[in-house]
């Protein structure tokens, strides 16, 4: 039986959430937390999936029937992927695809993107596409579109390109600046974040406030900038008063939470450069860039405001076969 492994990095965003949707630039960088998925050539003509962590469990349909009558929830995104895979390179092998994650799919780290590039990659390799990762970004982009109807794409990238970039909406720009000398901390906030509803929240903002949301959107793409220059220069002091700006930015959309403040303001408090909320905010994670001499003192800071903290290397590599 032919079958590849293909892995993807999860994510963090370090500099630019919600800003991006409206067309200004990002940081992101891929951590070392992956989603793998293994497809099989079955012989036969269905498409079945196996994904244990978003309880989905010998899920089958015939090739024909894809993206008609019901998909569960957690199916939605690999299937769109091969649907939108076959519609652009035609193939009629039944397949099997079996999805293994390194993270819960409740922390925010992009486990729907990570889970779609892999299998444009993964069919790009057993049916022997020559896929540049660009085509690889643009099918997974429109299957995230296809399925969610909204976003920037900036996950889709980081897990096709990993390292840090420096990103615009739709993939306009996708420039890495990896600079792997930073020591990020990750606190997990215990509940997860509804993206769609939050960015659509934003903008219902912006329709009643759009001058001053604008403003917001704004400020923002000068510290995306200014933290570009600052990682391209290791100015750690920079990046992370830049992360504090960003972060108050954030709080006047209205997209933080009193437990995500308390764990930044912990974080602050015990010596780390900057901290802020990491996505759509609402949930999901918190960030902070410590000083090497004290990862112990901000770690044991954020767990005592009841933070869980999610051991990650930043900078991980894009996606890859095993
Ligand atoms: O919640 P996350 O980690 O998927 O991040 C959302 C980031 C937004 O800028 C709010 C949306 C987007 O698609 O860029």
Known sequence: MKEVVVSAPGKLMLLGEHAVVYGKPCLVTAVNKRLNIKVSLTGGRDFILNAPDVSVRSYKKPLAMLGRAETPKGAAFVEKAVLNFKERYSFEEGLLLET???????????????????????LSEIFERKLSKKDIFDLSYKTVLDVQKTGSGFDVASAVYGGTIY?????????RIDNKSFNLIVGYSGTKADTSEIVREVAKKREEE???VDGIFAAIEILVENGKKFMLESDWE????????????????GVSIGKLDHMIDAARNAGAYGAKLSGAGGGDCMLALS????????????????GK???IEASAEGVNML
């Open 100 to 122: 293994d994650s390194e993270f819960s799919s409740g922390f925010g780290f992009g486990s729907s993107s990570a889970s779609t590039v892999c299998v444009i990659k993964a």
């Open 210 to 212: 759009k001058e001053k």
């Open 309 to 311: 903290i999610i051991d």
């Open 291 to 306: 000083p090497p001499d004290k990862l112990g003192d901000i770690r044991k800071a954020i767990e005592s405001t009841g």
């Open 167 to 175: 990103f615009v909406a739709g993939g306009e720009e996708i420039e």
């Open 238 to 253: 920079n990046f992370g008063k830049t992360m504090n700006e960003n972060q108050v930015l954030l709080s006047q959309l």
